[in-house]
């Protein structure tokens, strides 16, 4: 990391200060007295910046980050007697006053964005980095507002905050540069060939297996790995003010949280789903010896809120190669983990919160592997019989549990819905490299292939002027699944696949020879789903 830049000064700044005033008076001409004033006098600040931490380093963070505050200055329009103020003394309210160099009022509504850009730069060895390429991000959105309740027992409790938070992790592997690197060099016009080292007129032999290894394995373009995930979360009820001061003071300068000036700095970035939680380092037996427990934190006391909180977790696997020439396969695996998550939070005087009625979601979608018969044979034996069977094999069992006094009527019942589950899944799967719970995660191949370029066979050569044949396959498995005090209960399991299309073919034919626009296409598809 000779080329190591630390910057300690952010790459750009940006601050605005906007107020507006307004005051409406109305007077109908059939009325002696006017109608009530209406006023507005409001400020909004933004302030935003970008900053370049270190260049050419291990990670080489760039931070971005911007925040937006509203507030009202309407109280400010009358003096004590009720009476309207005028500039003047506008002015010596709002500037130099309270120990506030401009005092801008009553905030209601903050927005804050803190995003972490990660470029992971490998130490340079073997030439890596040429075969690597590695991004992350870091993006959390804030959001708090304040409706004004002037009752003091209920203030906090109509304060509302969230937060939305993206996580994002892109390696890209240039699998087919590693293995020109390693098997041979591109020659003139695109074709590779391998460097033999045998004498000439001779057969070395060694390139053929070579080749083999090399076609099989290293001609994908880059096979990209990619995984996501974004956490929300919904809070009423909360304490203090916009944050500010629990983001700067408390959390980058560690001078610790104040509940009186709003919520956490954890809670701001989307580190736990409690607006004044937070959480601890912990030691731990096993490897690597150290987690982290939450801790919910204070609510406003003697309230009743409702707080809601998702998750999406994705993972994928892209890739492509050509086939022959004009004709290029496109590889893609993917799997994702939803979850959903609604509970009451009623607090004491305290503050102290306790979560009842707490209903939670699952939902898992993830590309599968599953094939139609054709002309009445499947050679997978992935069919609803195969289902049936599995589930009548797993049903036998159950029943001999029961009658042996193994089980009770509740359990068995419970055994039948996930014997039920079970079957679907396996029977209608073609075949999996994995079992268990990795293999029902880790996701299967779908595939697409487009040939380009068959416009210029012979047959059609003077006619066509473009012409592509397209063959598609999707398959998903999807389930739902409701998380209650008494376990997981699954909803619903949906399997879909179908070739889309099986054959599609796209012709745009020769203006010139036929003396006008003329484009044909021609798709086969079939597609089939079963739910449970």
Do not use: C
Not at 41 to 50: I, K, L, W
Not at 290 to 314: I, K, M, V
Not at 351 to 360: A, D, K, S
């Amino acid at each position: 990391y000779s080329n190591l830049k630390i910057n300690l000064l952010p790459t750009s700044f940006n601050a605005n200060i906007n107020m507006n005033r307004r005051r409406q008076t109305e007077q109908s001409r059939f009325l002696d007295f006017p109608s009530p004033v209406l006023r507005d006098f409001s400020a909004n600040r933004a302030y935003n910046f970008s900053w370049k931490l270190a260049e050419g380093g291990l990670l080489s963070p760039v931070i971005d980050y911007s925040v937006t505050t509203n507030s009202t200055l309407v109280n400010y329009e009358l003096d004590e007697f009720g009476r309207q103020r005028t500039g003047a003394e506008l002015t010596q309210k709002i500037l130099f006053n309270n120990g506030q160099i401009v005092d801008f009022g009553q905030n209601n509504l903050h927005t804050q964005t803190v995003t972490i850009n990660l470029r992971p730069n490998l130490p340079d060895i073997f030439g890596i980095n040429k075969f690597f390429d590695i991004t992350g991000s870091y993006a959390t959105t804030y959001n708090w507002s304040d409706p004004m309740q002037v009752k003091a027992e209920i203030k906090d409790i109509v304060k509302n905050a969230s937060f939305n938070n993206t996580i994002r992790f892109n390696a890209g592997f240039r699998l087919k540069s590693l293995g020109e690197t390693w098997f041979g060099v591109p020659q003139t016009g695109g074709i590779r060939k391998f460097q033999d080292t045998s004498k000439a007129g001779e057969d070395s032999g060694l390139s053929t297996p070579l080749e083999i290894i090399k076609i099989i394995f290293f001609d994908w373009e880059k096979v990209d790995f990619v995984f996501s995930q974004t956490n929300s979360s919904v809070n009423p009820g909360v304490f203090g003010g916009t944050g500010m001061h629990n983001f700067w003071v408390g959390g980058v300068l560690f001078q610790g949280q104040d509940l009186t000036m709003g919520p956490g700095f954890a809670y701001q970035m989307g580190l736990v789903e409690h607006p004044h939680g937070g959480f601890n380092i912990v030691g731990k037996s096993a490897f690597p010896f150290f987690g982290f427990e939450t801790y919910p934190g204070l609510r406003p006391p003697n309230a009743r809120l409702q707080d809601n909180y998702r998750q999406t977790s994705t993972f994928e696997i892209k890739t492509s190669r050509p086939l022959w020439t004009g004709a290029r396969l496109d590889l893609n695996w993917k799997s994702e983990v939803g979850f959903n998550r609604n509970q009451t939070v009623i607090t004491d005087a305290f503050g102290n919160p306790t979560f009842t009625n707490v209903i939670g979601t699952e939902s898992f979608n993830r590309t599968f592997l599953t094939f139609p018969s054709i002309f009445g044979i499947n050679i997978f034996n992935n069919t609803m019989e195969k289902v049936i069977s599995l589930y009548e094999a797993k049903k036998n069992v159950i029943d001999n549990d029961f009658n042996n006094g193994k089980i009770t009527e509740l359990q068995k019942n419970q055994r039948y819905q996930e014997a039920l589950n079970t079957s679907f899944y396996d029977g209608l799967e073609a075949f999996s490299f994995t079992s268990g719970e990795t293999g029902r995660f880790l996701p299967a191949v779908n595939w697409a292939i487009r040939w380009e370029g068959l416009e210029k066979f012979w047959l059609w050569e003077d006619l066509i002027k473009r012409m592509t044949l397209d063959h598609q396959y999707t398959s998903t498995f999807q389930e739902n699944a409701q998380l209650t005090d008494n376990g997981r209960s699954v909803l619903s399991q949906t399997v879909q696949y179908g070739f889309q299309p099986f054959i599609g073919i796209n012709a745009s034919f020769d203006e010139e020879k036929l003396d006008g626009l003329l484009t044909a296409t021609l798709r086969w598809s079939y597609t089939n789903s079963f739910q449970l």
